[in-house]
């Protein structure tokens, strides 16, 4: 069936780092692809999306690139603050009677001042 | 601010004990999913209700039912709690049809669960 796959955490990084967090899927089909964000002791975030392949998403500096020929979708950014401090969850929506989002196992980031 | 709202924010039950945890969808959404997320891991879905009905469901047994009201709010309820339903349960709500693919999803800030 369909899965995501993240890089496990935590990543600690200094800030104004470079970010990257790993996700490979697979999937029978074209997914549409997601990252979210969840701060400690709150809900999940809509990061970002693609719904096709090449399509990058983008937010508040965070970025991620649909990569069929390599079923990826990493999550980039090119300067990290403290209050990026969170965890990432990759997800993936698939098929045209698909209404779920199958989600990774989630990658906890800590950025130190 | 995404809209969409779950009570109690916080619980406790005894094993063999019901729950009924609540989610008030975001205004215009008409479709509404719940997630189950244990600790340390990413959110497992749990079932859909779209137009009163159940659009699709999970790996999770029948003690796990729901309910979605003409508002489109919903609850989500749980019998014969064990264990390992510890859990953070997330209520996310979008606009469908009833078919298609996720095109975004609106999340509470979720229910913690302890079952002891």
């Known amino acids: 069936g369909d899965s995501v796959t993240q890089m496990e955490g935590p990543v600690t990084l200094s800030e104004e780092a470079f970010l990257t967090i790993n996700c490979t899927y697979t999937?029978?089909?074209?997914?549409?692809l997601f990252w979210y964000v969840q701060y400690p002791g709150e809900g999940l975030q809509l990061l970002l999306k693609a719904t096709k392949a090449d399509d990058k998403g983008s937010n508040k500096g965070f970025e991620a690139t649909y990569r069929k020929e390599t079923t990826s979708f990493h999550l980039e950014k090119g300067s990290v603050q403290v209050s990026d401090s969170a965890v990432y969850f990759c997800a993936l929506s698939e098929g045209d009677s698909s209404y779920k989002l199958i989600f990774g196992s989630g990658t906890r980031l800590l950025v130190r001042p | 601010e995404t809209g969409v709202t779950q009570s109690p924010t916080h619980l406790i039950k005894t094993r063999g004990q019901q729950v009924t945890l609540r989610c008030s969808s975001q205004?215009?959404?008409?479709?509404v999913s719940w997630y189950q997320q244990a600790l340390g891991q990413g959110p497992q879905f749990i079932f859909q209700y779209y137009r009163e009905e159940e659009n699709g469901r999970g790996n999770f047994p029948p003690r796990f039912s729901g309910l979605q009201f003409p508002n489109y709010s919903s609850e989500l309820n749980v019998n014969a709690l064990e264990l390992d339903d510890s859990a953070l349960y997330l209520c996310a709500s979008t606009w469908g049809t009833g078919r298609g693919r996720v095109t975004e999803a609106f999340f509470g800030q979720g229910t913690r669960l302890t079952v002891v």
């Open positions: 999937a029978t089909g074209y997914p549409s």
């Open positions: 205004s215009g959404h008409n479709t």
